[in-house]
C-alpha cells in the first residue's frame, strides 16, 4: 500500500466522517480549503466515465474488475484488480470498462472543497 493511502486511513481513523457511508469526507486542517473524499464507486460494463477533470489529486485502488485508464498526453493504461493509479490536479481522464464484470474502484481525493468533486470536460487535443 502506497504511503499516502496509509495517511489518509489514519486520518480515517482519527477525524469523525461528515457524511453517511459510503462516501468519508474530512477536512484536512493544514490545507485550508481542502478535504478528503474517500468513496467507492462502480463502473458496469460496457460504461465509460467520459472525459472530466478534479481540483484535486484523485489516488484509485482497483477493487476488482478491469479498465482502460485515458489520461491526457499519455497512453491508455489497462488496470485490473490490485493495481492502483494516480491522477494530477486538473488533468483530463476518462475511465472506460470493456470487460465482462463490473470494476469496482476505492477512490480517495484531495481535493479543493468548493465546487463539485468531477467536473466534465471537452476531450484534449492530440498533437
Known sequence: MRPILLLVFSALVAVPATAEPPDI?????ARRGQE????????APGQSVGWHIH???????????????????????????GDTFEI??????????????????????LRDKAGPLAIPVPPPSVR
Not at 478528503?36 to 463502473?43: P, Q
Not at 485502488?61 to 499519455?74: D, K, P, R
Open 25 to 29: 469526507h474530512i477536512d484536512v486542517p
Open 36 to 43: 478528503v473524499n474517500v468513496v467507492e464507486h462502480d463502473i
Open 55 to 81: 481540483h484535486g489529486t484523485e489516488i484509485s485502488y482497483v477493487l476488482s474488475g478491469a479498465l482502460n485508464v485515458q489520461i491526457a498526453g499519455a497512453p491508455i493504461r489497462h488496470v485490473v484488480k
Open 88 to 109: 494530477d490536479r486538473d488533468t483530463p481522464h476518462r475511465a472506460t470498462n470493456d470487460g465482462t464484470e463490473t470494476a469496482a474502484l476505492l477512490i480517495t481525493y
